[in-house]
C-alpha cells in the first residue's frame, strides 16, 4: 500500500532563505508525482509535476526533483517570500492506479515566511 | 485559476440529512474525481468518473455516490450525513491516463 509522508510538518523560516520540503513515498512504481500549494481553507494549486521517467522540473523560483528508486522528492524554494507562506502538499500517482486517477497524498508542510 | 469550479463554497447540514456539491470540470478535461479533506490532513480520494461512469473508487462507503453528466461536470452526493463528514470536498479534473490534475477551490461541508 502506498504511503507518502512528508517532513517537516511545519516550517518557518526569514524571508530570502533558501528551503527544501522533502516527500517520501514507499512504492516507487508510480507514474508521476506533483507538488501543489494549498492556502488556509482554499482549494490546491498545482505547482509541479515530474513524470516518472524525470529527474526534476523548475518554474520560477522552484524546483522540484525526483529519485524514484528511493522514494524521494524534493521541492527547492529559492529566496523565499511571505507569499510564499501556504500549506504544501505532494501527491503521487501510482502505476497500480491504473487509469483512476488516484493521487495518494502527504499530510503537508506548513511554510511560514517572516518579512 | 484552474477553471475547475465548485459550489456551494459553504454549507451546512443537520446529521442524517442528504447533499449535494457541484463541480464543473476544466474545458477539455473528461475525467473528475472528489477528495475529501479532514482538517490538518491531506486529500483522500473518494472516487472518479469518466464518461459518465465511475472508474474507480477509495475506501468511501456507499452512501457517497456520484454523477458525471455529459458534459463533464459532476455531482457529489452524501446520504444520512455523519459528523465525521464534515471536511473540504475538493474536485479534480483531468485528462484520463494520469495526466497533471487541476483543482477547484472546494466545498466546506459542516455536519452538526
Known amino acids: 500500500k502506498q504511503e507518502v509522508t512528508q517532513i517537516p510538518a511545519a516550517l518557518s523560516v526569514p524571508e530570502g532563505e533558501n528551503l527544501v520540503l522533502n516527500c517520501s513515498f514507499t512504492d516507487s512504481a508510480i507514474y508521476n508525482l506533483q507538488w501543489f500549494r494549498q492556502d488556509p481553507g482554499k482549494g490546491l494549486t498545482s505547482l509541479l509535476l515530474?513524470?516518472?521517467?524525470?529527474r526534476e522540473q523548475t518554474s520560477g523560483r522552484l524546483n522540484a526533483s525526483l529519485d524514484k528508486s528511493s522514494g524521494r522528492s524534493t521541492l527547492y524554494i529559492a529566496a523565499s517570500q511571505p507569499g510564499d507562506s501556504a500549506t504544501y502538499l505532494c501527491?503521487?500517482?501510482?502505476?497500480?492506479?491504473?487509469?483512476?486517477?488516484?493521487?495518494?497524498f502527504g499530510q503537508g508542510t506548513t511554510l511560514q515566511v517572516k518579512p | 485559476e484552474t477553471g475547475v469550479t465548485q459550489s456551494p463554497t459553504h454549507l451546512i447540514k443537520t446529521r442524517g440529512q442528504q447533499v449535494t456539491l457541484r463541480c464543473s470540470s476544466q474545458?477539455?478535461?473528461?475525467?473528475v474525481s472528489w477528495y475529501q479533506q479532514a482538517l490538518g490532513q491531506g486529500p483522500q480520494f473518494i472516487f472518479q468518473?469518466?464518461?459518465?461512469?465511475?472508474?474507480g473508487r477509495g475506501n468511501f462507503p456507499p452512501r457517497f455516490s456520484g454523477l458525471q453528466f455529459p458534459n463533464y461536470s459532476s455531482e457529489l452526493n452524501v446520504n444520512a450525513l455523519e459528523l465525521d463528514d464534515s471536511a473540504l470536498y475538493l474536485c479534480?479534473?483531468?485528462?484520463?491516463?494520469?495526466?497533471?490534475?487541476?483543482f477547484g477551490q472546494g466545498t466546506r461541508l459542516t455536519v452538526v
Open positions: 468518473y469518466y464518461r459518465e461512469e465511475e472508474n
Open positions: 515530474i513524470q516518472s521517467s524525470q
Open positions: 474545458s477539455g478535461h473528461n475525467t
Open positions: 501527491a503521487v500517482r501510482g502505476l497500480r492506479s491504473g487509469n483512476t486517477g488516484k493521487l495518494i
Open positions: 479534480a479534473s483531468s485528462l484520463l491516463g494520469g495526466a497533471e490534475a487541476f
